[in-house]
């Protein structure tokens, strides 16, 4: 199908009456409107999570996968890893949003991606055959040279907040299914509002509030651990070890990296505890999850500092994620005495 250079259908202004959605809008200097004009000779873009996708990562997906389709961009969600959470199973259920493996699908060279809630560089975003045309991200990452467009806003508290200014750009009426996605991403990435907040993430806030399925949301933000994980919580807890206000907690057992966060998060709700740094073994190395409420201490300069040589990781200012791809080559206390050391350096 023709498409103008802002993805509309060109000879549509005479008498079509099939036309009930109004068109889209895009301002002049816009980030959106440079991809739609890098996208205008394509009709579809593979649209690629972060690995372990969690739920800002597939509600962000999603929300550009419906805004694109009004810009005749058809689309395709995947991701590599496994879903890990039965909440985000659920909300992926009860949205029908369709998104698949990268092993359920075919990837061609020439095929084109747009990575969402990571970027091209990080190990945590698998570098698939296909060409990497653009990245949506708010991690604080270096931007990638190859990919001719970028949008990077470290500031955001979700990626969802960054797919909602496009919506909101185009003048579209957000549908309910999309305002509940980005609302639960939101709110999740923030941790009910309370971590990385920016202004725009509170302006989304309150726009979202009034367009999502809130009895949907609120349900599934309640119930985000089941009986299973309680086990989980018992070992950490048991295994934590506090040394001023700083938490470090070694599970040689093995946690999967989402349900890492979880516990970095209660161990956070902890009074006297303001930073701190989760392991566990995983597949034969060593998965990584940290969190801070001090802002001396930055959990991504920090994350780096400890896996230097020996890792790979990265977030934000307070909560980061990492990996030991080789669990033989270090040792639990490597690990430990590097987090004091960091925490050390940054309090002088
Ligand atoms: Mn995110």
């Known amino acids: ?10 000879g549509e ?4 009456r ?9 301002s002049g200097e816009s980030k959106l409107r440079g991809l739609i004009e890098l996208l205008a000779h394509i009709d579809h873009v593979f649209i690629q999570t972060h690995n372990f996708p969690d739920h800002d990562a597939v509600a962000s ?3 550009l996968k419906l805004l694109l389709d009004h810009f005749d961009i058809q689309s395709t969600i995947i991701y590599q890893g496994t879903i890990q959470r039965d909440s985000l199973k659920e909300f992926i259920h009860h949205l029908k949003i369709p998104i698949y493996n990268q092993s359920e699908v075919t990837l061609h060279p020439h095929d084109k991606i747009l990575i969402v809630d990571g970027c091209k560089g990080n190990k945590n975003v698998t570098d698939l055959i296909a060409d990497e045309a653009g990245v949506i991200d708010h991690h604080e990452v270096v931007k990638p040279e190859s990919v001719p467009w970028c949008d990077i806003r470290p500031e955001l508290g979700a990626c969802c907040t960054l797919v909602f200014s496009y919506w909101e750009e185009t003048g579209l009426s957000i549908p309910r299914e999309v305002g509940t996605a980005l609302l639960v991403g939101l709110l999740v990435d923030t941790a009910m509002m309370t971590r990385g907040v920016s202004r725009e993430d509170v302006s989304a806030y309150s726009r979202l509030y009034g367009i999502a399925e809130m ?28 040394n001023g206000s700083i938490g470090f907690c070694y599970l040689a057992d093995g946690c999967n990296q989402n349900l890492l966060g979880i516990l970095g998060d209660f161990f956070l709700a902890i009074k006297e505890i ?7 073994e995983n597949n034969g190395g060593i998965n990584l999850s940290m969190r801070s409420e001090n802002r001396k201490w930055n959990a991504s300069v920090i994350m780096q500092s400890i896996l230097e040589g020996i890792g790979f990781g990265g977030g934000h200012g307070d909560m980061a994620g990492g990996i030991v791809p080789h669990r033989s080559e270090v040792e639990p206390e490597t690990l430990r005495g590097r987090l004091y050391e960091a925490c050390g350096e940054l309090s002088r």
Do not use: T, W
């Open 61 to 63: 997906a999603y929300a």
């Open 274 to 280: 303001d930073f701190v740094l989760l392991c566990a």
């Open 13 to 16: 202004g005479g008498v079509s």
């Open 1 to 10: 199908m023709d498409k103008g250079k802002n993805g509309m259908r060109q």
């Open 18 to 26: 099939e036309r009930v959605v109004p068109k889209p809008r895009l």
């Open 215 to 242: 009895q949907f949301v609120n349900r599934l933000l309640r119930n985000n651990i089941q009986e299973k994980d309680l086990k989980y919580f018992s070992d950490a807890i048991a295994s934590l070890e506090i």
